[in-house]
């Protein structure tokens, strides 16, 4: 789409790629709002498309199956989630740990505003693994993995800032991360409150080896 | 039952109450199969009743709604698992903290014979939490609490053997025990293996003030 934007336009101006673009972009945000909330299995296509207004025949037009929709939203949540870390993790106006902290306090203030209603598309799915198609475990597995090289960057950083010990297995501490995270934004949803979030990453910062 | 069954009995058998009652017992264990595999909201009530051979007009004979049927299963759930924690949580011939890691070594081996199939029904149910029946969240909450009651009396007698230190806050520490731990068991399954698991513990333990 960029390329071709650039490129000197003649005859009519491509109004139904552009349409169909917009279209499947609504799709996925729908469906982002739809699976966060209520997972994979008990999500009917039809809410999504209702919600966008577009008729069931024409949803094959954009994507080839459930199966295929649901791999573009979580894809397109990775990189949402990605940037999200990336604005924090690599703002070097901060120290590692504060960073680390900052991107909580993110978190805390995005949960808070959706009521606690919307937690982690990737943990979400992540728990109702086995009732989806066989290709998201790896899917999810590999974006886990993308998430935690981030943290663990920030700790290795942190390590360089003498905020953390020489000795710390940053990798380790990075994969630890996320395994508690995933399970705070979970009670954080049970609970309809911020703290399981708090005390997660206080936790978390003194297990650290300082 | 069991007072009944320790009275004289006089004339038939009661078999229909004996029938009604290993039914009831059969749909409450199908149903945990069922709810902790695929969770409550696209879990139909008819495989579960295939399972048993209970037609669909007997089941609400057994339960009022399947709301009704969920919390049965929910509140089994925590006999059993809370069973489970008090047979390591208060076995004295072991010291406290090492209490802990037993439990957390069935739990290894209870998910590896499940083949990582099957996590915890109380965490996956949290996840699910806002498509549920509004009484859940009450009384998932509600068991969440009695499993971190029975953590937090083990690291109070992990504080009075001195293997955790006196200004440690054993109430924070074992909430953060059971927000680790669903994380933990919800990556296990995802990954197919007990590293989650292990590494969890391993960070737990290091993160108690010594």
């Given at each position: 789409?960029?390329?071709?934007?650039?490129?000197?336009?003649?005859?009519?101006?491509?109004?139904?790629?552009?349409?169909?673009?917009?279209?499947?972009?609504?799709?996925?945000?729908?469906?982002?709002?739809?699976?966060?909330e209520?997972?994979?299995?008990?999500?009917?296509?039809?809410?999504?498309?209702?919600?966008?207004?577009?008729?069931?025949?024409?949803?094959?037009h954009?994507?080839?199956?459930?199966?295929?929709?649901?791999?573009?939203?979580?894809?397109?949540?990775?990189?949402?989630?990605?940037?999200?870390?990336?604005?924090?993790?690599?703002?070097?106006?901060?120290?590692?740990?504060?960073?680390?902290?900052?991107?909580?306090?993110?978190?805390?203030?995005?949960?808070?505003?959706?009521?606690?209603?919307?937690?982690?598309?990737?943990?979400?799915?992540?728990?109702?693994?086995?009732?989806?198609?066989?290709?998201?475990?790896?899917?999810?597995?590999?974006?886990?993995?993308?998430?935690?090289?981030?943290?663990?960057?920030?700790?290795?950083?942190?390590?360089?800032?003498?905020?953390?010990?020489?000795?710390?297995?940053?990798?380790?501490?990075?994969?630890?991360?996320?395994?508690?995270?995933?399970?705070?934004?979970?009670r954080?949803?049970?609970?309809?409150?911020?703290?399981?979030?708090?005390?997660?990453?206080?936790?978390?910062?003194?297990?650290?080896?300082?």
């Open positions: 789409m960029t390329t071709s934007a650039n490129k000197p336009r003649r005859g009519r101006p491509p109004k139904v790629t552009r349409e169909n673009h917009d279209t499947k972009a609504e799709l996925i945000r729908s469906g982002l709002e739809q699976l966060t209520c997972g994979f299995a008990s999500s009917g296509i039809e809410p999504i498309l209702k919600k966008v207004g577009v008729p069931k025949g024409s949803f094959y954009y994507f080839a199956s459930k199966e295929a929709f649901g791999e573009s939203v979580i894809a397109h949540y990775d990189r949402y989630f990605s940037d999200k870390l990336d604005m924090h993790l690599l703002n070097t106006e901060y120290s590692p740990l504060k960073r680390l902290q900052n991107f909580v306090d993110d978190a805390v203030q995005g949960m808070t505003r959706h009521d606690f209603k919307r937690g982690c598309l990737v943990g979400n799915l992540g728990q109702e693994v086995d009732a989806l198609p066989s290709g998201f475990r790896s899917q999810l597995t590999t974006i886990f993995m993308g998430w935690q090289q981030r943290i663990e960057t920030c700790l290795i950083e942190a390590q360089a800032s003498k905020e953390v010990a020489q000795n710390a297995d940053c990798t380790q501490a990075a994969e630890f991360f996320w395994i508690g995270w995933e399970g705070a934004v979970s954080a949803k049970l609970v309809q409150n911020a703290e399981p979030l708090r005390l997660f990453i206080q936790y978390f910062l003194h297990a650290l080896p300082k």
